[in-house]
């Protein structure tokens, strides 16, 4: 099937990796959602787990080793084109993982890859929903609900001294 104007929508992952009161992001470097920092993520192959899906695609796009833990959301993105078709539909699932060795770099359909404290992203074009998926990953409430899905957004969020890292198993 093909990932532009599919006939049905795509199951596929993001990978949330929070080290030190960082996020691990990448740029994308095609679309959909080219220029923009956002997970490390992409479609689950056939026969592949959602655990294990989140960790390909982090190795692919980043070189970063991890290991699996909760499953932290499921939402979808529907991106359509200037004649109201939809371009893209993809059902993603939010993995919180434990990094467990490497650094980033940047591989497969990634631009550029880092860890990045939210203090840092000001300014930067963020991929929908970012800030509410790095909100959970830090344990924090960032971004009013409805502020998801509609296009680029800002990154603006305080970090609550004590409050970082991923809460839930493996956290």
Known sequence: MTR????HPIPAVLALVVRDGRVLLVQRGREPNRGLWGLPGGAIEVGETIAAAALR???EET???AEAGTTLDVFETILRDEDGR??????LAVVA???RGGEPRAGDDA???GWFAPEDLGGRPVAPDLVRLVAMGLGESAAPSGQSGDGPQSFAMSVIPGKAGIHGRGG
Do not use: D, F, K
């Not at 532009?4 to 006939?7: A, E, F, G, Q, R």
């Not at 939809?86 to 059902?91: A, D, T």
């Open 4 to 7: 532009t104007y599919p006939s």
């Open 57 to 59: 695609e982090l190795a």
């Open 63 to 65: 070189g970063i080793e």
């Open 86 to 91: 939809v371009r893209h539909h993809y059902v």
């Open 97 to 99: 993982c434990r990094w």
């Open 111 to 113: 631009a550029q890859a």
